[in-house]
C-alpha cells in the first residue's frame, strides 16, 4: 500500500483541489492507498486567528461565517452545518472564559483537518471511489511534554494495524493529518509538519511500500528559491542527508517525518501536485552516494557568547551553561568552543534569547562579579547556513566567498560524520550569503552583479555588448552578468533582478537622482552578492570616490583615468585599500584603450626583467589626427573636424589637444613601474597653438580656424619626404623622465608606420635590449574600449 499526504495548498479551492483528487484517482489504479490531508489552504491560520479572537473576548462570528464559505464546495454529500455549529460552540466558550490553553487551541485547529477530509472523502466518492474519512485521533495518540510532543509508539501502532486490517478491498481511507489524542482522550496536535508526521507514521505501522508528499514545490533544492534563483531540484536524497536538512531550515521536510521511514526502510517520494509529471525527490536510505547536497538557512538565531579568562581550564563549565538552559527548555543549536574553555560561543532560536540569559547570568552571577567572565553577550538577528552532504574543500571555499563579499562569519562548525557544515551569520546578510555559499559549493552560474556609471559612447556599448552577448558568456565562462543599475550625471534606475535591451529608454524616464550615496545604499541594501561598478565616465569626483566604493565591498572596473593620474597620495592609498579589503580594480583600457599593455607592464615589472623605457603614439585620436594630416594635403582644421565626426575625441577635442591626456596616460604606466610621478612633473607640449589658447570653448578655436591651420601648415613644412609627425609619450625609467611632445619621425620607422587610429607602444627593457616589444593596434574608438572594459569585467568574474 502507498501512502498519499497532500498538503494545504494542494487542497485549495479550484484547479488545486481538483488535481489532488486526479492524482489519488490515478495512484488508485495501481493498487491500494491510504491519503493523509492537512487543512486546505489558508484555513489553520484562519482557525488561529478564530481562536485569538475568542479568547480575547472578541466578536467572532462574521470571520466564522468566512472561514465556512471557504470549506463549502458544490454538490458533494459531506454536511458541514453540524461542524459550523460545533466550532462556534467551542469559540462561544472560550469567549466566555477567556484563557488561552493549547489543548483549546489543539481542538480548534482540528476542525480544519477534519473538514478537509470529509470534503475530499466526498469529492472521491463522487468521481466513483469508495473513500472513506477517518479522524487521526481514533489511530494515533500522543502526549504533551515541555518541549514537544510524543507519540505512544505501540498504542498508535496497535489501533492503526487493527483498522487497516478491517477495511474492505477498494477501499480508500482518507485520514486527517496533524492531529491525535493525548491520554486523556482530548486533542493534541503534532506540531511542525505534523500533517507529514501523520502520514510517515501510519507509513511505518502498516509497512507501506512508500509515502508520497503531496505539495506546491516539485521536490528538496539545493536552497530556497525564495534566496536563490539558480538552485536546482535535488533527484535524490539519503535519510541522513534529509535529516540534516530538516534540522536546518527546509520547509518541506522535518526530522520526526524522517524517523519513521529510517527505521522501517520505507522510501519518500516530494512531488508538486500543481505538476504532477515532474520527477520529485526520493528520499531512502542509499541516496544518490557522495558530495554536497544542499545550501540551506535558519534565520531567527542568536548567538550567545561567554567569555573570560577564568575560564581558563576550569572544568565543568558546560555542564553548568547546558543545565541552566535547561532548566528553562532552551535548546542549543551549534556550539562552538576552544580547548582551553576560555571561550564559549553557541547558538539557540531568537525567541529563547530573554530566557537564556536570564537562565544564564543568574547561573554565573559570581563569576560576573568577580570578573572571570567578562562578558554574556547574546547576539540576535543571526541566521545560519548549513552546507549539507560530504564536502572536499567546501568551507574553504565558502569562506573564500564571503569574505570576498564582506560577510563576516561569527561562528563556523562542522559535524563529526562530515556531512553538515553550520556558519552563523548576520541575518542582514542572509540572501548574498547563501547566493555566494551555494555559487561556490556547487560551481553553479556565478554572478557578478553589475553597476554602471556612464551611458555615453564607451558606458552605452559597453552595456549593449553584455547584454548582446550574455548567454555566450554563461555557456562558454559559466558566468552571467546582470546589469543591476545605470547612472549618468542626473539620473539613475536600479532592478535586481537586473536591466533588459530598454534600460536607455528606462534611464530616460527615470525620476530618481543620481546619487552615489544612496546607489551605494541600495546596493548594500539588496544583499546582491559579487557587485562590480563599472566607470565609464571622465569624472574626478567619482573617481575620487573609489575608496567608498571599496569599503563597501565592490570590485572596480573603470575606463576613467583620473583615480590613477591625481596625486601619487590617492594612487597608494587606493592600493593599499584594495589589499585590506580584498577587493579588485582592472583599468586595462586607461592606456591604450583594448590593447593588452598594463597587462602586459605589470608582468614584465613583476618579473626579473627591468623596463627601461616606454615609448609610443598614446592616444588613438591624436594617432588618426597626425597619421592623415602628415600625408594628406588637407588643412588641420579638416582632419580635426573628421575624427570628431569619427567619434575618436573628446566631445571638447581642446581636450585631446592640450596633451593632458596623453600626460595622464603616462603618468599611469610610469606608476606601474614602480615611480612616483604627479600631473606637474611631465613635460607637456599642447597642440593648441599659443595665439588662440584664450579660447573659451571649442567653438571658438574652430572659429579661429585659420590661425591653427597656419601654425600647424609650418610644422609640417618642416617635414622631409621621409618624415611624418607623431605626437609621443615617452617616459624615460631611470632618468624618471616624463614627455609628451610632437615629433618628427621616419616614416619606416614603427612609430611611423602606423594607420588610422592605431596607438603602439614600444617597451624597452633590460632583456630585450635595443629591440623593444611592440604592442599596436587599434587605440581609439568605443568599441574597443567597451569591449576592453568587458574584458576586465570577465578577468573579475573568473576570480569568483
Known sequence: MKVLKFGGKSLSNGEPIERAVNIIKEEARTGAIAVIVSARGQSTNLLLDLYARAVQGKNFEKELENFMDLQY?????????????????????????????????????????????????????????EAVFVDARDLLYARATANETVVDFPRSKSSTLAFFNSLQAHQIPVITGFIASDPTGRTITLGRNGSNYTATLIASFIRASEVQNWTDVDGVYTASPKYVKGAQRIPHLSYREANELANFGANVLHAKTILPLVESGIPLKICSSLAPGRQGTLIDENGSGKGIKAVTT????????????????????????????????????L?????????????????????????????FKDE?????????????????????????????????????NKVWMHLISNSINGEQISLVIDNKSLKKAVNVVHNQVFGAIKSLNLFAFGKGTVGGRLLDQIIETGDEVVKRRNLKINIVGVADSVRMIFNEDGLGRNWKQELAESDQESSLADIIFRLGESGLENIVIADNTSSQELAEQYPVLVNSGFDIVASNKKANSISYEFYQNLRNNLKRKGKLFY???????????????????????????????????????????????????????????????????????????????????????????ELEDVSVQSLVPECVSDSKDYAELYSRKEEVDAYFEQIKRGLTEEEVLRYVGDLEVKENRLTVSLVKVSRNSPLGNIKNADSIFEIYTESYGAQPIIIQGAGAGSEVTARGVYSDLLRIGGQY
Open 73 to 129: 464546495m458544490q454538490g458533494l454529500d459531506a454536511d458541514l452545518n453540524a461542524y459550523q455549529q460545533e466550532v462556534g460552540a467551542v469559540l462561544h466558550a472560550l469567549q466566555l472564559i477567556g484563557i488561552d490553553s493549547e489543548r483549546a487551541r489543539d481542538r480548534v485547529l482540528a476542525y480544519g483537518e477534519v473538514i478537509s477530509a470529509r470534503t475530499v472523502a466526498s469529492l472521491l466518492r463522487r468521481e466513483g471511489l
Open 335 to 363: 556550539i562552538s568552543q576552544a580547548s582551553s574553555e576560555r571561550g564559549i560561543g553557541f547558538v539557540i532560536n531568537k525567541e529563547d534569547a530573554a530566557a537564556a540569559e536570564h537562565a544564564l547570568t543568574t547561573e
Open 587 to 677: 583599468y586595462e583600457t586607461n592606456v591604450g584603450a583594448g590593447l593588452p599593455l598594463i597587462d602586459t607592464i605589470k608582468h614584465l615589472h613583476n618579473s626579473s626583467d627591468r623596463i627601461e623605457r616606454i615609448r609610443g603614439v598614446f592616444s588613438g585620436s591624436l594617432s588618426y589626427i597626425f597619421n592623415n594630416y602628415s600625408i594628406q594635403d588637407k588643412d588641420f582644421s579638416a582632419v580635426l573636424t573628421e575624427a570628431k565626426n569619427l567619434g575618436l575625441t573628446e566631445p571638447d577635442p581642446r581636450e585631446d589637444l592640450s596633451g593632458l591626456d596623453v600626460a595622464r596616460k603616462l603618468i599611469i604606466l610610469a606608476r606601474e613601474v614602480g615611480l612616483k610621478p
Open 298 to 333: 535558519v534565520e531567527d538565531v542568536s548567538l550567545v557568547s561567554i567569555e573570560g579568562r577564568g575560564l581558563l581550564g576550569k572544568v565543568g563549565i558546560d555542564a553548568r551553561i547546558f543545565s541552566a538552559l535547561s532548566s528553562r527548555n532552551v535548546s542549543v543549536r
Open 368 to 404: 560576573l562579579e568577580h570578573g572571570s567572565i567578562s562578558h554574556i553577550r547574546i547576539d540576535s538577528d543571526m541566521a545560519i547556513i548549513a552546507i549539507v552532504g560530504r564536502h572536499n574543500y567546501s568551507l574553504e571555499k565558502a569562506i573564500y566567498g564571503l569574505r570576498r
